[in-house]
């Protein structure tokens, strides 16, 4: 569970809460089911016009996304990069072969099979960069559609406020509805600011954060079997795939690594 997603969700309520109080209101008075409806029901069914009904539909796994850490095992791929690149150098790439089905990684399974079948180096770029951009392509895809939901929030608040005003102004002999109207003029307002700017908006940044984390860790894949093949010394290619990592982790691993 991502601790950061689950603060900023509490934490944007508690805010909201904290300025409701501080300013002498009550819980009551920001809650108007209309307003939900009208935001959040319209907003949600603008994307089923804007995207693909599987994508529509299918934005709510993504939403879950955001609240799971990603282990993307830069670590690791380090470490098992130099150990193949060691196998390599004593026994020849045809030997990586042996214990390939066993790797987790399906992107470096890929790639390690593309070099022990004998592709040259243009080749297994060739493909594995499409690969990577293909995935980022659909990455950027859900993240849009995110954004365009933080987009149309706004918009359907105003829609909201333009109702609530209607219906105000159509009742003005009727006191009694002058209250609940304009609750729905103005709630709906807060709550098209609050999807845009508190969930949407920054929900689509945390996915654009773990295509880049992920991204990251798939050049460091690419950069290491291209390595192997061309038969660098293992140690300088862990220096070169150190280089992808942060100073904290770098420094767990370094002495392993650059190891005379």
Same mark, same amino acid.
Request: negative net charge.
């Given at each position: #569970?991502?601790l950061a997603?689950?603060?900023?969700?509490i934490?944007?309520?508690a805010m909201v809460?904290?300025?409701?109080?501080s300013s002498?209101?009550s @819980?009551?008075?920001?809650?108007d089911i209309p307003s939900?409806?009208?935001?959040?029901g319209?907003?949600?069914m603008?994307?089923?016009?804007?995207?693909?009904?599987?994508?529509?539909?299918?934005?709510?796994?993504?939403i879950?996304r955001t609240? /799971?850490i990603?282990?993307y095992?830069?670590?690791n791929?380090? &470490?098992?990069?130099v150990?193949?690149?060691?196998?390599?150098?004593?026994?020849g790439?045809l030997?990586l072969?042996?214990?390939?089905?066993?790797?987790?990684?399906p992107?470096? /399974?890929e790639g390690?099979?593309?070099m @022990?079948d004998?592709?040259d180096?243009?080749a297994?770029r060739?493909i594995l960069?499409?690969?990577?951009? &293909?995935?980022?392509a659909?990455?950027?895809?859900?993240?849009?559609?995110l +954004? &365009?939901?933080a987009?149309?929030?706004?918009?359907?608040?105003?829609l909201g406020?333009?109702?609530?005003l209607?219906? #105000?102004l159509?009742n003005?002999?009727? /006191?009694s509805?002058l209250?609940p +109207? #304009?609750a729905v003029?103005?709630?709906t307002t807060?709550?098209g600011?609050?999807?845009? +700017?508190w969930l949407?908006?920054?929900?689509a940044t /945390?996915?654009l954060?773990q +295509?880049?984390?992920e991204m990251?860790?798939k050049?460091?894949v690419?950069?290491?079997?291209l390595?192997?093949q061309?038969g660098d010394n293992?140690r300088v290619?862990g &220096?070169?795939?150190l280089?992808?990592?942060d100073?904290?982790s770098r420094?767990?691993i370094?002495a392993?690594?650059?190891?005379d």
């Open positions: #569970m991502d997603t689950i603060i900023g969700f934490g944007g309520i809460l904290l300025g409701v109080f002498g209101s @819980v009551g008075g920001i809650i939900v409806i009208i935001v959040i319209g907003s949600y603008a994307l089923f016009i804007s995207s693909p009904l599987n994508m529509a539909i299918g934005i709510w796994g993504i879950g609240m /799971k990603f282990d095992g830069e670590k791929i380090v &470490q098992n990069l150990s193949l690149a060691e196998k390599a150098r004593r026994e790439i030997a072969e042996e214990g390939l089905d066993d790797l987790d990684d992107f470096l /399974k390690l099979r593309l @022990v004998g592709n180096a243009s297994i060739a960069e499409n690969e990577m951009a &293909q995935t980022e659909r990455h950027m895809q859900w993240a849009g559609i +954004n &365009q939901w987009g149309y929030a706004p918009g359907w608040g105003m406020t333009v109702i609530g209607i219906g #105000m159509n003005l002999e009727d /006191k509805s209250g +109207n #304009m003029a103005l709630i807060l709550y600011s609050m999807l845009a +700017n949407f908006g920054p929900l /945390k996915l954060a +295509n880049s984390r990251n860790s050049e460091m690419l950069e290491g079997i390595s192997i061309a293992p290619l &220096q070169k795939l280089t992808y990592l100073p904290k420094k767990a370094e392993d690594i650059l190891k």
